[in-house]
T-cell receptor, first 112, second 115 residues
Framework: KQEVTQIPAALSVPEGENLVLNCSFT??????LQWFRQDPGKGLTSLLL?????REQTSGRLNASLDKSSGRSTLYIAASQPGDSATYLC???????????FGTGTRLKVLA | DTGVSQDPRHKITKRGQNVTFRCDPI?????LYWYRQTLGQGPEFLTY????????KSRLLSDRFSAERPKGSFSTLEIQRTEQGDSAMYLC?????????????FGPGTRLTVL
């Protein structure tokens, strides 16, 4: 059974810092991994999707990496801004299934 | 707006009442998913449709829950005899099989509060 864990659960940083959010999963037979952002009381916004054959994806100040063999993904946010404050969720699509398994998220607060 | 839409955005109901939520997927997306998210947790899978066929249901989906997707377009999720434990955000997502490895696009969610 696939399990997804995100560390840390919460993070508070001053504006301008580079930061790394971690996601680990127990079953390495994945189809893809997706990072989402969720603002309080809102739905999910897709940030980056990494296919199982890829090692990383980049979008603006965001870079996500994937190491299937170790069951890990990281989301790197460069030069953080107060507008980055949100909960970041990692979701894994295991091979042979159609449902995402989500972690519990990392609540990020970027202080001005 | 061509994204996934959900209606209503918020619903407050009394315990024991029935509620129904609607999801309109991105046009031409053949797969549709329902997830439930409680406070402080990640979303959990409830059910999945490919076109009009409901192909998988989670054990979270008790007998009080029913979902439909007539004609393979919009979907409805009904909860009968609501309980306080049903209070959550209900999220809908859609995807197109042949695009981007089944990337799922999420709607804004329906927040249910059962008093």
């Amino acid at each position: 059974k696939q399990e997804v864990t995100q560390i840390p659960a919460a993070l508070s940083v001053p504006e301008g810092e580079n930061l790394v959010l971690n996601c680990s999963f127990t079953d390495s037979a994945i189809y893809n991994l997706q990072w989402f952002r969720q603002d309080p009381g809102k739905g999910l916004t897709s940030l980056l999707l990494i296919q199982s054959s890829q090692r990383e994806q980049t979008s603006g100040r965001l870079n996500a990496s994937l190491d299937k063999s170790s069951g890990r993904s990281t989301l790197y946010i460069a030069a953080s801004q107060p507008g980055d404050s949100a909960t970041y969720l990692c979701a894994v699509l295991t091979s042979g299934t159609y449902k995402y398994i989500f972690g519990t998220g990392t609540r990020l607060k970027v202080l001005a | 707006d061509t994204g996934v839409s959900q209606d209503p955005r918020h619903k407050i109901t009394k315990r024991g009442q029935n509620v129904t939520f609607r999801c309109d997927p991105i046009s031409e997306h053949n797969r549709l998913y329902w997830y439930r998210q409680t406070l402080g947790q990640g979303p959990e899978f409830l059910t999945y449709f490919q076109n009009e066929a409901q192909l998988e249901k989670s054990r979270l989906l008790s007998d009080r829950f029913s979902a439909e997707r007539p004609k393979g377009s919009f979907s409805t999720l009904e909860i009968q005899r609501t309980e306080q434990g049903d209070s959550a955000m209900y999220l809908c997502a859609s995807s197109l099989t042949v695009e981007r490895n089944n990337e799922q696009f999420f709607g804004p969610g329906t927040r249910l509060t059962v008093l």
